[in-house]
């Protein structure tokens, strides 16, 4: 069977999501619809996110949401002008740029430059080790125009926190006219004094989208439950082009139950803390190969000297394990890079132990058995163990 380390999908969910789970158990359990509007649910996020009902708006997963409601928003800016009708119906262009990372969550911009949305890319290295720097993202702005500027924070792929939450507040204040979309859907998995979210800023500023998804911390992606947040003029503009009903009871109850458990994201942090030290070791006994610091459920890593992870990649498949490479995009080429996931503890185990024989497709790989005493790598820098 393929071990799968190349899409994020999170590990374990909450024990108490299993209990409801259970309660699901004969032939009439799965026949109830939840009302119309998912209103327990809705309460239940507002209060936790410290923002209102009327700023929430639920679907089935953030992808979806990205989807409907970035295109839906750009429609919007691009019929509010003349100048916008008219390129667009001319040049099937829209007059909005989007302005995003050039590591960002691969899906976005490619998406967007095959429906006419100018892309814009902000900066991001491994030279500042993945933190973006607010000048460019207002010089990108001024460059470019208002726009949509969609960041991952914590970002995918690079898994490390890009922009802190003071720097945003300044961002979202500095450009009333450029609205933010910040993409948390990994903020679970970060420690709460490294990275304090911007949901709440949502009732005060008109220019901010905040997004979050219970596929990847909560490990619930089999039921495919995301939602934002923002001023209520973006929900219902969402809300006319969808229909209600669109979350089920069983993934309401599920979902309801696991927000709820407050033992279980310090025991997933610790979990996928621990799993990045071992793979993060792993990997780093290889001189060539950099980890970079993750707070999340994966590790952005590289070769050194900029060979290309392809053969690695296509040994690995051959092995049977699966990771993600960075195809090229906006002429900008990835070529030595690649993110693994963290899977479950012996997932992990067969990854680590095929490492050897998939980097000797390298003619000048060393098998670490050579190398006498296995070199230490580096810890991971952000673990903090619970309890
Ligand atoms: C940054 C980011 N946002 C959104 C999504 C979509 O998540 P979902 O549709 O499962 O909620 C992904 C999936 O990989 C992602 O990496």
Partial sequence: MTIDLSINQGTHCSKKAVEVLRTYDNNTSLREYTD?????LLETLARINQVRVENIYVDNGTGPILRTALYEILRQRTQSSIKGIVKYLLFKKLDTPLIT?????KKIPPNAAKNGIPVAYIPLGPETNFRINPADVSAAIEANGDGIVYIVNPNNPTGNIMLSHDEIATLVAKHPDSLFWIDEAYHEYVDPDDYQTVAHL???HDNLIVSRSFSFAWGLASLRIGFFMADPKWVQLIEKTTVPYRIGKLQQDVALASVTDEEFLPSIREFAAKERTKLTEALEAYDNIEVFPSQVNYLFCRFKDGRSSLPFADKLRELGLLIKRETPHGGMR??????VSVGLEDENDAFIAKLDE???????HKPLSEKGEKKK??????IKLVG
């Fill in 377 to 382: 790598g580096k810890k991971d820098k952000n």
């Fill in 334 to 339: 990835f070529e030595e890079y690649f993110r």
């Fill in 202 to 204: 949502v009732r005060r």
């Fill in 358 to 364: 998939a980097l000797s497709v390298y003619p000048d």
């Fill in 101 to 105: 990372p050039r590591f960002t969550y």
């Fill in 36 to 40: 119309p509007e998912n209103r327990d």
